[in-house]
């Protein structure tokens, strides 16, 4: 029989995509929550199919107008995807949830951001490891009933956090709070102003559509 033609081998020295935008858009909210991601770039370089080869790479992007992403380390694809890097996030806009929060309570974001430094790990034994230390900063919360400030703090630091995706683990080694608020009022029936915020779900079942009826 012939002998089987060897498999190709495949490199590329560099690659480079600049200016790259993505925006998402939820419109199943009464307002719509948005997120972009402007001036991204990606650098990949020492690309091979070659088993076990790591490709270099780092991505830099714009999240939304004050946030900051950049991840640096190495990729491979074949065998198996693993991913290697180091990751830090700045200055992403808590507010910019608000579209989303208000859907379960009555509350209003007012101001904080959020950041990370640390690194991130996939690979077959682990399908996504991160190790980072967190912090938000500045929040302001205040709540649209009373329109009174309910909860915030200077700074929050979450040091030392290890998430492990495949096990469902979260550990924290210790977390620092900087002059922290919060507004607690307990009513005569010994509920809390917090209780009164939250907003009732709609029920599965409720949203299902009713089934078709036919007149005899």
Known sequence: ?????ADWDVSLASLRIIGLQL??????LPTPGQLDITAAEIRVSEISNRPEALSPFTVTAQVGE????????????????????????TGLSIPDLQPWAQQFASISINKGSFGL?????S????QLELLADIHIDELGISDTLENEALIGWNKLNL????????VGQLEISQIRFEQPFA???IAQDGTTNFQSLALDQ?????????????DA
């Open 117 to 121: 430094e640390g690194s991130l790990r």
């Open 202 to 214: 709609p029920d599965a079942d409720s949203q299902a559509a009713p089934e078709p009826t036919s």
């Open 183 to 185: 507004r607690l009022i």
């Open 66 to 89: 004050t946030g900051r992403l950049e991840l640096e380390g190495s990729a491979g694809f074949i065998p198996n995807p693993i991913v290697d890097a180091k990751l830090l996030v």
């Open 159 to 166: 040091e030392q956090t290890r998430l492990q995706l495949d």
């Open 1 to 5: 029989p012939d002998e089987q033609a």
């Open 23 to 28: 925006g998402f858009e939820d419109q199943t």
């Open 123 to 126: 690979d077959t034994a682990e």
